[in-house]
């Protein structure tokens, strides 16, 4: 079992920066890929982007290359999600989530973060 909390959410002007956590507790990582998510209202969950734990090697939606980026923490065992140029776009509620490296879908989430941008 992994248990996944994220933090640092929260409201921001347009053009702010916010930088996300995700601790992450109860497994070895080596063979994980950890990812992040977002939802906003109304809409269905978009892929941010993800970091496979073992190499660090970083794969983004290609809408949020540029002003996202994801880190990692491995003695801290956590995962971030720097935030640039923010815009009211941007408002959802981001999740992280944890999947083998083998499998296809995620199977632990967090209980997310609200990030609001406003205008």
């Known amino acids: 079992q992994v248990s996944l909390v994220e933090s640092g959410g929260g409201l921001v002007q347009a053009g702010g920066s916010l930088r996300l956590s995700c601790a992450v507790s109860?497994?070895?990582?080596?063979?994980?890929?950890m990812g992040w998510f977002r939802q906003a209202p109304g809409k269905e969950r978009e892929f941010v982007g993800s970091?496979?734990?073992?190499?660090?090697?970083?794969y983004y939606a290609a809408s949020m290359k540029g002003r996202f980026t994801i880190s990692r923490d491995n003695a801290g065992n956590s995962v971030y999600l720097q935030m640039n140029s923010l815009k009211p776009e941007d408002t959802a509620v981001y999740h992280c989530?944890?999947?083998?490296?083998?499998?296809?879908?995620?199977?632990?989430w967090g209980q997310g973060t609200q990030v609001t941008v406003s205008s």
């Open positions: 109860g497994r070895t990582l080596s063979s994980y890929t």
């Open positions: 970091i496979k734990w073992s190499d660090g090697y970083r």
């Open positions: 989530a944890a999947r083998e490296i083998a499998a296809r879908e995620y199977m632990y």
